[in-house]
């Protein structure tokens, strides 16, 4: 349980670094063109390790519909995640996209059987409450379209945030159901290869670049890649060790120290009741692990 709880926390730490990274990487190369390159990195990286990866089953035709589901849950994942780093602000979009870990561990338990505490459903409770509220008031605070009855609508990147939210916590229980499959290392880079899969038809559909970056715009995709690729290593593994119910909500601890660099690096200065919201899906996230 501790080896479980250590590489949890190591996931946050990851994608911490990583959302700051996809912040910058995405505003070089535009969301299309990071993600795609992100991930090739990413897989590539983890392919090195591919041989001491262990498989406990064997492939079945059901697998197959797991690996078209994760792809797509990727995909919405990771456009999302860019699309709102990428116009949005950290502070505000991190904390909402951390609602993940509600959905994630929730889906665990209906999956995997594993046993819920009453503190678990309180984190649960507190994160949407927090998120609810970050919504509400961001929405007021920030540039966003005003419909025809002169009401402020919430900012494209806004409702990305809550995409990625659902995107990730549909993705993880996914990658748990194919590790016995696949590997732990081994989910990886197939489920970057399915939202590839998926979303290169869509870029190419809809004329969007994805061209390979230039400069010192690698420096930063590289870093996404890798960081985002160690995050979820961490947390794969950590489910051999700790139920994903527990590993998810820690992980998610990446919202408190991106939206605290937001705060110090960045001077992100957003509204009083959106660091309110902020800070309960944090202090909610914490909640879950307990």
Known sequence: MIVGVVLGLSASASWAIANVAVQRSARHVGAFRAI???????????????????????????????????????????VCLFYAFEHGRLTVAVPVMSSWAVIAAGLSLVIFHEPVRPLQLVGGAVVVAGAVIVS??????????????????????????????LGFGLLIPLIGLLTPVTGRLGVIPVAYGADIALGLPLAWHFRVSLAPPRGRAWISVALAGIFETAGFAFIVLAGRYAPLALVSPLSSLASAFTVLYAWAVLRERPAKPVLLGAGLVCAGVITLAF
């Open 36 to 78: 795609l390159w992100a991930q090739i990195i990413g897989a590539l990286l983890v392919a090195v390790a591919l041989p001491l990866d262990t498989r406990t089953a064997a492939p079945t035709p059901l697998d197959a519909l797991w690996v078209v589901a994760a792809g797509a849950a990727g995909l919405l994942a990771y």
């Open 136 to 165: 509400r008031f961001a929405r007021s605070t920030t540039a966003g379209s005003i419909d025809a009855a002169g009401n402020t609508r919430a900012p494209r990147w806004l409702l990305a945030s809550f995409g990625a939210a």
